[in-house]
């Protein structure tokens, strides 16, 4: 059974940093795309940044270019997302997710594997 645990949310005022991590079990993600998304209150789930399996090229809504750098570590099977300069509009759960195969890296329907999500907030 395919697993996606986050941690690392919480609360955080606005300038400040957070590194969320997110582990995977039960599969190895050797192929396909590794991303995160976010949710907030009253709003559809939206495309943050994704990585390719390798590590090789990254992807990031434009939002958060220059803000925020995802990673990852295909021997621990774990994938990161240093969130650094917040704001306020970052807040939101934020969930890992992975595709088993390539498709697009930005459409939430591509993806096969969800986490359970980790809140973020940013005070002002």
């Known amino acids: 059974q395919v697993q996606l645990v986050e941690s690392g949310g919480g609360l955080v005022q606005t300038g400040g940093s957070l590194r969320l991590s997110c582990a995977a079990s039960?599969?190895?993600?050797?192929?396909?795309?590794k991303g995160w998304f976010r949710q907030a209150p009253g709003k559809e789930r939206e495309y943050v940044a994704a990585i390719n399996w390798s590590g090789s090229n990254t992807y990031y809504t434009e939002s958060v270019r220059g803000r925020f750098t995802i990673s990852t570590d295909n021997a621990k099977n774990m994938v990161y997302l240093q969130m650094n300069s917040l704001k306020p509009e970052d807040t939101a759960v934020y969930y890992c997710a992975a595709a088993s195969y390539s498709r697009t890296y930005f459409y939430s329907g591509d993806y096969d594997y969800w986490g359970q999500g980790t809140q973020v907030t940013v005070s002002s």
């Open positions: 039960g599969h190895t993600f050797n192929n396909g795309y």
